[in-house]
């Protein structure tokens, strides 16, 4: 996966409100802005969408991807793209932290992909920490899902609708509820 120079910065530890990291965070997100902006309130061609989502990522996006509007990200240069991947409308992927998206996932409208979280301190609330999200080969993400911090979605999983997955999946896992708890394991003879 493709890291800006500013993931370096900012792995595996607490970014502070007065850190200057945050100046070039800022730069990035409000030139994200008008990138979603032409994303989300314009009638693109398919190959104009995929160009903007591949500035917006900064990295090309291969035509098997679909995405449909709106899509919704915080940052955007911290998304990787498998091939045959379909995100359907209202995700939010916030992605400071890094989120790699393997081929043929499957993403259900309005789900969240979360790779930011405030610490528990009052005095340090308004600092950030961060962790990487990596949907595995073929993973579904139901809709109104929610991926915290630091999960790892195996291959050919499944996340229920509305789950909130606060640990990782194993490959072929179902998992459901909140918190997601595995409710069965899929049996390669199912159709």
Not at 61 to 89: A, M, Q, W
Not at 93 to 106: A, C, E, K, R
């Amino acid at each position: 996966m493709k890291h800006s120079s500013i993931y370096q910065q900012i792995e595996n530890r607490l970014i502070e409100p007065q850190d200057a990291v945050f100046e070039q965070i800022h730069a990035i997100q409000q030139d994200g802005e008008r990138l979603l902006h032409r994303l989300n309130c314009q009638l693109l061609s398919p190959a104009e969408f995929r160009e903007t989502l591949s500035e917006l990522i900064g990295q090309p996006v291969d035509e098997s991807v679909v995405v449909l509007p709106p899509l919704y990200t915080d940052f955007g240069h911290h998304i990787s793209l498998g091939k045959n991947v379909f995100i359907n409308r209202g995700v939010m992927l916030t992605d400071l932290g890094s989120i790699q998206i393997d081929d043929h996932v499957l993403i259900g409208p309005f789900a969240k992909l979360l790779t930011v979280n405030h610490p528990v301190s009052p005095a340090k609330r308004r600092g950030l920490s961060v962790k990487p999200i990596h949907l595995k080969q073929n993973a579904w993400i139901g809709a109104g899902a929610t991926i915290l911090p630091g999960v790892t979605v195996g291959k050919h999983a499944i996340v229920a609708a509305n789950a909130t997955v606060t640990k990782d999946v194993p490959d072929k896992a179902i998992v459901a509820g909140t918190p997601a708890r595995i409710i069965r394991y899929i049996d390669e003879s199912e159709d």
